[in-house]
């Protein structure tokens, strides 16, 4: 059974940083595309970032480009989402996903398996 556990959420003011992890479980790790993604209430779920399987690619929606960076660490099987100048607008629930199949890597529907979840708030 594929498990994802996201942490490292929480409250910051305007300006400030959040570091996100994500650790996988489960299945084979480290051969695939993986994703952080966004949701609001009312809103959908969108991706904020990918990340190829070996690392060397990666992706990143326009709003967060400059401010966030994606790595992985395929030893400890663990996805991270650095987070810096984080503002109002990233106040969001946070999630994690793997299983990437086809299509765009910041597409939800691309991926199979997702973390339950982690809130940020970021206060201005």
């Known amino acids: 059974q594929v498990q994802l556990v996201e942490s490292g959420g929480g409250s910051v003011q305007s300006g400030g940083s959040l570091r996100l992890s994500c650790a996988a479980s489960?299945?084979?790790?480290?051969?695939?595309?993986m994703g952080w993604f966004r949701q609001t209430p009312g809103k959908e779920r969108t991706g904020v970032s990918s990340?190829?399987?070996?690392?060397?690619?990666?992706y990143y929606a326009d709003s967060v480009k400059g401010r966030f960076t994606i790595s992985r660490d395929n030893a400890k099987n663990t996805l991270y989402l650095q987070m810096n100048n984080l503002n109002p607008e990233d106040t969001a629930i946070y999630y994690c996903?793997?299983?990437?199949?086809?299509?765009?890597?910041?597409?939800?529907?691309?991926?199979?398996?997702w973390g339950q979840g982690i809130q940020v708030t970021v206060s201005s």
């Open positions: 489960g299945y084979t790790y480290g051969t695939g595309c």
């Open positions: 990340i190829s399987g070996n690392g060397d690619t990666t």
């Open positions: 996903a793997t299983g990437f199949a086809f299509g765009n890597p910041l597409a939800q529907t691309g991926y199979r398996y």
